[in-house]
Every structure is written in C-alpha cells, then in structure tokens.
T-cell receptor
C-alpha cells in the first residue's frame, strides 16, 4: 500500500475560484510529480520536483503552480479555475537515488462549473 | 525526449484467454520499464517492472518481455479473469529522469 495521499478526492468549484490540491507522502521520496489525466486516459506530466525548493514544468502546459517547501508535501494551486481545468489530477512520488517505481495517489477529480 | 507508444488502445478478451499489450520506446538510454494497472476511481498501481539487463520477468499470471535492440516491450496476462479488467499503462525512464507513459490500454475481460 502506497503512503501517498491526495485531498480532496472530489471537488466541484465555480469559475474564477482559487483552489489548492493537496498531495502528501510519508515515504521520504525526493521526486514528486503531478499528472493530468484526460477522459481518454492518457497521463500528461504538468509539474515535477526533484526535492525541496525544486520545481519544474512538465510536458503539458498548465496554468497551475506548485511549491515544494517540505519533502513530504507538493501542493498544486490554480489561481483562477476555469471549466477547461476540469480533469482528474494524479500526484506521484519516487526515489531519487534508484530507478524505481512511482507511487500514485488516488487522484482528485476536479469539476469547474 | 523519450516517446512511448502503446497498442492497442482497447482490448476485449474472453475469460481464460491471454491478453498482450505492446509498447515501443525511442530513447536507447531508457533502462527501466514499469507497467501500471489503473482501476476505476483509483490511481495507477505497479504490477510488474523490468530493467534493461533482463529480457523477461514473470510474476504468476503476468509477464513482461523486453527487446532492447528493437526498443519494444510487452505485457502478457495469461488465464485472464474479470478482475483483470482495467486500464494498463506502460512507461519508460532512465536513471534520475522522469517517467514517460504510454497512452493506456483499456482491457475488458468478458465472463
């Protein structure tokens, strides 16, 4: 069982609202990731981090921002939500030192109305 | 960067039959190839992985094969059961780098 948690699991919010999706892991992993998963299933990397104070944009352009102030915490923020942000957001983490698996959280399903 | 292609996008099999999902990758430096299973409403979970120094790996009813020369790897599920129905993702990565995922295969096992 992976020790990586995302909250909330489901969120319905109005256009223009600011939201933060939470992701925490207790495995001491250096690397953390945010993926956006579209209805066609494909996983798109939107942000990643190699450690504290390190954040990078992924392959898919996103209006969201992330921060990594603590090893275990990697929140994603949308300053002004739009219907186009409606999607499933998945957080993951992995070890830096070894080429090992990524552990995924359960995901947050976001609906912007 | 790496490009991972996955086929087929959907697959239906009768219970008890075998299922095969194939992936190709472009970066010869990739050396780690995990396979993930995603059930409805959940995040992907690792089911099996293989490293580039190994050609085949088995775990009960699932197996993965890797052909480094051709840059392709495959997932084989034998004696399929309804609980195998899910979306499966292949991925490739190199040491210290991010994971590159395939586009997913939706597997349906018909009882």
């Amino acid at each position: 069982e992976a020790d990586i948690y995302q909250t909330p699991r489901y969120l319905v919010i109005g256009t223009g609202k600011k939201i933060t999706l939470e992701c925490s892991q207790t495995m001491g992993h250096d690397k953390m990731y945010w993926y956006q998963q579209d209805p066609g299933m494909e996983l798109h990397l939107i942000h990643y981090s190699y450690g504290v104070n390190s954040t990078e944009k992924g392959d898919l352009s996103s209006e969201s921002t992330v921060s990594r102030i603590r090893t275990e915490h990697f929140p994603l923020t949308l300053e002004s939500a739009r219907p186009s942000h409606t999607s499933q957001y998945l957080c993951a983490s992995s070890l830096e030192q070894m080429n090992t698996e990524a552990f995924f959280g359960q995901g947050t399903r976001l609906t912007v109305v | 960067g790496e490009n991972v292609e996955q086929h087929p996008s959907t697959l239906s099999v009768q219970e008890g039959d075998s299922a095969v999902i194939k992936c190709t990758y472009s970066d010869s430096a990739s050396n780690y190839f995990p396979w993930y299973k995603q059930e409805l409403g959940k995040g992907p979970q690792l089911i099996i992985d293989i490293r580039s120094n190994v050609g085949e790996k088995k775990d009960q009813r699932i197996a993965v094969t890797l052909n480094k020369t051709a840059k392709h790897f495959s997932l084989h599920i034998t004696e399929t059961q309804p609980e195998d129905s899910a979306v499966y993702f292949c991925a490739a990565s190199t040491y210290g780098n991010q994971f590159y995922f395939g586009t997913g295969t939706s597997l349906t096992v018909i009882p």
